[in-house]
């Protein structure tokens, strides 16, 4: 997250890795983010080829403030 925060968004993501983080971070609601192809349940984050994160929401900077200060 708070590489999130220091970055200029949009912000496009390929690193399989963070896209999986950045799912968990969408799932519960700090990041707007667009993961291609859309997410499925029934995937693995290896088919996964693109994140994109549009913004932090107020819960994901309530998080940012409440880890860092």
């Given at each position: 997250?708070?590489?999130?925060?220091?970055?200029?968004?949009?912000?496009?993501?390929?690193?399989?890795d963070?896209?999986?983080?950045?799912?968990?971070?969408?799932?519960?609601?700090c990041?707007?983010?667009?993961?291609?192809?859309?997410?499925?349940?029934?995937?693995?984050?290896?088919?996964?080829?693109?994140?994109?994160?549009?913004?932090?929401?107020?819960?994901?900077?309530?998080?940012?403030?409440?880890?860092?200060?």
């Amino acid at each position: 997250m708070l590489e999130l925060e220091h970055a200029s968004l949009p912000l496009h993501i390929r690193d399989r890795d963070a896209i999986q983080a950045i799912a968990v971070l969408k799932a519960i609601g700090c990041v707007e983010a667009e993961i291609s192809p859309p997410l499925d349940l029934c995937s693995s984050f290896e088919d996964y080829e693109c994140a994109v994160v549009r913004e932090i929401t107020p819960v994901g900077r309530t998080e940012l403030a409440a880890e860092y200060g």
